[in-house]
């Protein structure tokens, strides 16, 4: 897969500057929509403890949310960085999704967790599956038959 910013060859070698471009195929462009919505959803999970009351007393949910949405933004930014890694880490940030689904009612059995925090990690983690899924289906559909 190619990466989002592609070097085009230089033609002048004491040209310092080099001219980049978006990859304009279907595929690359949805797999790499796919990876930049993962990391706003990222971005999202880290930042809602300071929008949303996600547990009643205690900094364990805040905390689980900062560190799971960091997490999920850096997959997303590798991912977009490193074309051949892109398959892998679409498979981590679904496995990222599963554990933001499952996070709140694990969270639950030791700590009282809001209503908000439940709803936010279970749409953010279901979102990242579906994202991923159409991450891999992307690069799936770019790949030759023969390969």
């Given at each position: 897969m190619s990466t989002p910013l592609?070097?085009?060859p230089e033609s002048d070698a004491a040209s310092s500057q080099a001219e980049y471009t978006l990859s304009?195929?279907?595929?690359?462009?949805?797999?790499?929509?796919?990876?930049?919505?993962?990391?706003?959803?990222?971005?999202?999970?880290a930042l809602s403890p300071w929008?949303?009351?996600?547990?009643?007393?205690?900094?364990?949910?805040?905390?689980?949310?900062?560190i799971s949405g960091l997490a999920v933004a850096a997959v997303g930014v590798f991912a977009l960085a490193n074309p051949r890694a892109f398959a892998s880490l679409?498979?981590?940030?679904?496995?990222?999704?599963?554990w933001l689904v499952i996070a709140g009612p694990i969270?639950?059995?030791?700590?009282?967790?809001?209503d908000p925090m439940f709803w936010s990690n279970s749409v953010a983690g279901a979102v990242l599956i579906v994202?991923?899924?159409?991450g891999l289906g992307a690069v799936a559909l770019r790949r030759p038959a023969g390969r």
């Open positions: 592609i070097r085009r304009a195929t279907p595929g690359a462009l949805g797999a790499q929509m796919s990876a930049v919505l993962a990391v706003l959803t990222g971005v999202w999970v929008f949303l009351t996600l547990q009643q007393g205690g900094t364990n949910a805040n905390t689980v949310n900062l679409q498979v981590g940030s679904a496995l990222l999704g599963v969270l639950s059995q030791k700590f009282t967790i809001a994202l991923a899924a159409a």
